[in-house]
C-alpha cells in the first residue's frame, strides 16, 4: 500500500540547518510528484514546496525561497527538503504527500486526500 514516512525533524537555533526526509513504500516513488507541507500552532497547512516526478521542476512558496531546496532520489525511494538559515517562523510540523500534476508534468501543490505520512516535528528556537 502506498505510505509516505517523514524523518529528520528536531530543535535546531535560529540560523541552523536541517534535512528532512520522505520515504515511500508500496509505490514506485518516480510516478509521483511530491510536495513538502507545514502546519504551524494555530495556523493553516501551508504548501512549502513540491517537485515533478522527475525532478526537473520545483516550485517554492516565497516565505522559503532562497533558503529551501527540494530532491529526490527516486532509487532510494526519498525526497528530501534541505533547510538552511531556519527562522522561528519556520517552527511547525511538516508533511510530505503526493501532489497533482499538470498536463506538463509540473507540480502543483495540491495534495492528494489521504496520502500524508504522520509528520515531523521542527522546532527553532534559542
Known amino acids: 500500500q502506498l505510505q509516505l514516512v517523514e524523518s529528520g525533524g528536531g530543535l535546531v537555533q535560529p540560523g541552523g540547518s536541517l534535512r528532512l526526509s520522505c520515504a515511500a513504500s508500496?509505490?514506485?516513488?518516480?510516478?509521483?510528484?511530491i510536495g513538502w507541507f507545514r502546519q504551524a500552532p494555530g495556523k493553516e497547512r501551508e504548501g512549502i514546496s513540491c517537485?515533478?516526478?522527475?525532478?526537473?521542476?520545483?516550485n517554492y512558496a516565497d516565505s522559503v525561497k532562497g533558503r529551501f531546496t527540494i530532491s529526490r532520489d527516486n532509487a532510494k525511494k526519498t525526497v528530501y527538503l534541505q533547510m538552511n538559515s531556519l527562522k522561528p517562523e519556520d517552527t511547525a510540523v511538516y508533511y510530505c504527500?503526493?501532489?497533482?500534476?499538470?498536463?506538463?508534468?509540473?507540480?502543483?501543490?495540491?495534495?492528494?486526500?489521504?496520502?500524508w505520512g504522520q509528520g515531523t516535528q521542527v522546532t527553532v528556537s534559542s
Open positions: 504527500a503526493v501532489v497533482l500534476v499538470s498536463v506538463q508534468a509540473m507540480c502543483v501543490m495540491r495534495p492528494v486526500q489521504g496520502s
Open positions: 517537485i515533478s516526478r522527475s525532478g526537473g521542476s520545483t
Open positions: 508500496g509505490f514506485t516513488l518516480d510516478y509521483y510528484a
